[in-house]
């Protein structure tokens, strides 16, 4: 995988439920749709759903987590997680949404 991967800055304008990322990873390319975007000590980050022909997520509990930015051109763009305590931090955030989602459907 690239360290970066950009995005059409007219993707992030439609419908976030109707947004998809494509990653190139080693010797794939996988359709993702995203999940959520959320801040962690000022910088932010976008959670991306593998999903398949019809939409669906492709396996259960699969997920990738990049840091989300704007290029100097006001593009969309993702950056690897340099560090094992910053990948903590952004984990430990993510598992907040989760239950915070969970909450909202009770």
Do not use: H
Request: one cysteine or more; proline letters at 4%; hydrophobic letters at 35%.
């Amino acid at each position: 995988m690239s360290d970066q991967n950009n995005l059409t800055s007219d993707e992030l304008l439609d419908d976030p439920d109707d947004i998809r990322v494509t990653l190139e990873l080693d010797d794939e390319e996988l359709e993702c749709a995203i999940l959520t975007i959320f801040d962690v000590d000022d910088q932010d980050y976008i959670v991306l759903v593998p999903v398949d022909e019809n939409d669906e997520p492709r396996q259960e509990g699969e997920v990738f987590i990049y840091r989300y930015f704007e290029d100097e051109n006001g593009n969309p763009a993702l950056d690897n997680i340099a560090s094992d305590d910053e990948m903590e931090k952004v984990s430990d955030r993510f598992d907040e949404w989760l239950d915070e989602q969970e909450f909202e459907e009770l």
